[in-house]
């Protein structure tokens, strides 16, 4: 007995008949993974964003706690900062004045 075939002749917007599909049964790893996905997703994208925050420089200027402090110690005369080198030049020329003129 042949049954007449009232399903993918046409598109279902047109025949207004919806094609049935079998679920596929999944055990129980597979299950939860596919419920877990967009979860799993959502967190992905949440640690990408938070990774990118905190890799962002942050500006200085506008927040005081996070300045850095001038250095007070220097081991080297090359470390120095040029406004602190010029100073001494003026006076170690001074105190070389000074001693010229004690000298003559």
Known sequence: MKYRQNEHYGQPEVTGVKKEYEVPMLDDKAYLFQKLWKEKEHLKEQIRLQDEYLL?????????????????????????????????????????????????
């Open 56 to 104: 962002e420089d942050p500006d200085r200027s506008e927040n005081p706690e996070l300045l850095r402090g001038l250095r007070r110690h220097f081991d080297r005369v090359e470390d120095l900062p040029e406004q602190v080198v010029a100073r001494r030049r003026k006076e170690k020329q001074n105190i070389d004045k000074i001693q010229e003129e004690k000298a003559n």
